[in-house]
C-alpha cells in the first residue's frame, strides 16, 4: 500500500513542520527587524537623552562635583526668574515674525511656479534651495552688515528717504525683526519646493477646467490649490513651530560680543540661548535641564495646538 502526498497549490509538496514554523517565525519577525534600527537610535539619542534631562533636573547638578537632589525646587526658581520669561516671549516673537511670512511667501511662490511657464525653470526651482544650504555663519555675518546701524545698506536706503539710522541689533524690535528676515530667507525656498512638488501632482485638467468655468486665479488657488496642498501645509506648519521655537544659531551669531544673552538687555535671547548661557557658561546644569524641560512642554503644547488648529480649518466655499 502506497502513500501519496498531497501537492500544495504550487505543485510542491508541503513543507515539514519544523521549516513551516521557522518561515512563520521569520515572517512575523522581519518587519520589526527593518524597523529596529530607527527605534534604537531614536532611543540612543533621543528618548534617553530626553529622560535623563528630566532626571537632571530634579537636582543642584554639578558636572564636576556633587549632585544635590532639589526635587521642584529649579522650576519654582524658574517660574519666578524674569529672564526666563523675557527669553520665552523672544522666543515667542520671532517664531510668529519668522513663520508666517515665511509659509505665505513659499506658498505664494509655489502657486506661480506651478503656473507660470519659464525657461529653465529647473534652474530657478534649483536656485531656491541656495538660501538653506548656506551656511548659518555665513548668512549670519551678510545680514548683520545689511542692518548694521553706521554703515548697513538698509539704513542707508532709510536716510535717503528721511528716516534716521535703526539700531536693529541692539533695539527689541529691530534684533526679531533682523533674525526673522535671516530665518525667512533660509527656508523659504525649501518650503516653496515642498508645495510645489505637491502642486504638481494636481491634474492640469482640473485648472484647465475651472478657467472654462470662468474661475479667475484667485479663485483657483483658494479651491484647488489649497485643498491639495493642506497635507503639506499642516506638515510645515508643524516642523516651522518646532524649528521656530528651538532657534539658537541666528540670535547667537549676530551679537558676538554677547553671544549667549544676545546683547546688554537681553533683547534677543531666546529659550534655547538661555539654556546655553545657564548650562555651558555659568554650569549651572540642574536649572538648564529644567529650562530644557520648559521648551520641550512649551513646543509640544504649541506644535499639537498648531496640529489641531490647521487639521479643521476647511477650504473657502463660494
Not at 537632571?56 to 537632589?69: K, S
Not at 546655553?276 to 549651572?284: A, D, I, L, N, P
Request: proline share 5%; hydrophobic share 55%.
Amino acid at each position: 500500500m502506497t502513500t501519496s502526498i498531497t501537492p500544495t497549490k504550487a505543485g510542491l509538496p508541503p513543507a515539514p513542520p519544523v521549516e513551516a514554523a521557522r518561515r512563520g517565525f521569520t515572517e512575523i519577525i522581519a518587519p520589526y527587524a527593518y524597523i529596529a534600527p530607527f527605534f534604537v537610535l531614536f532611543a540612543v539619542f533621543g528618548l534617553i537623552p530626553l529622560l535623563f534631562t528630566f532626571y537632571v533636573a530634579l537636582f543642584d547638578w554639578n558636572p564636576i562635583g556633587e549632585h544635590v537632589f532639589v526635587g521642584m525646587d529649579n522650576f519654582s526658581r524658574l517660574v519666578g526668574d524674569v529672564r526666563f520669561w523675557n527669553a520665552a516671549r523672544n522666543t515667542v516673537s520671532i517664531w510668529l515674525l519668522s513663520t508666517v511670512p515665511q509659509l505665505l511667501i513659499a506658498l505664494v511662490l509655489a502657486h506661480m511656479l506651478n503656473h507660470v511657464r519659464l525657461r529653465l525653470a529647473v534652474f530657478f526651482r534649483m536656485t531656491m534651495l541656495v538660501p538653506y544650504i548656506t551656511s548659518v555663519a555665513a548668512t549670519a555675518i551678510v545680514f548683520a552688515q545689511m542692518f548694521d546701524r553706521d554703515y548697513g545698506l538698509l539704513n542707508w536706503l532709510l536716510s535717503l528717504v528721511g528716516f534716521e539710522h535703526i539700531d536693529f541689533i541692539q533695539s527689541v524690535t529691530g534684533s526679531h525683526v533682523l533674525i526673522a528676515v535671516m530665518v525667512t530667507w533660509r527656508w523659504f525656498g525649501y518650503t516653496a519646493l515642498l508645495y510645489l512638488a505637491s502642486l504638481q501632482a494636481v491634474p492640469r485638467a482640473i485648472y484647465e477646467a475651472a478657467a472654462v468655468d470662468g474661475a479667475g486665479g484667485v479663485r483657483q488657488f483658494l479651491h484647488i490649490s489649497l485643498p491639495a496642498l493642506r497635507p503639506v501645509i499642516v506638515f510645515t506648519i508643524v516642523t516651522s513651530t518646532i524649528g521656530g521655537l528651538q532657534i539658537f544659531t541666528e540670535p547667537l551669531l549676530i551679537n558676538r560680543g554677547a553671544a549667549s544673552t544676545c546683547g546688554p538687555i537681553r533683547q534677543c535671547q531666546t529659550l534655547t540661548l538661555f539654556l546655553f548661557e545657564q548650562g555651558f557658561t555659568q554650569f549651572k546644569f540642574g536649572y538648564a535641564a529644567a529650562i530644557g524641560v520648559a521648551l520641550f512642554v512649551m513646543v509640544v503644547a504649541l506644535a499639537g495646538l498648531n496640529y489641531f488648529l490647521s487639521t479643521r480649518i476647511r477650504p473657502v466655499k463660494g
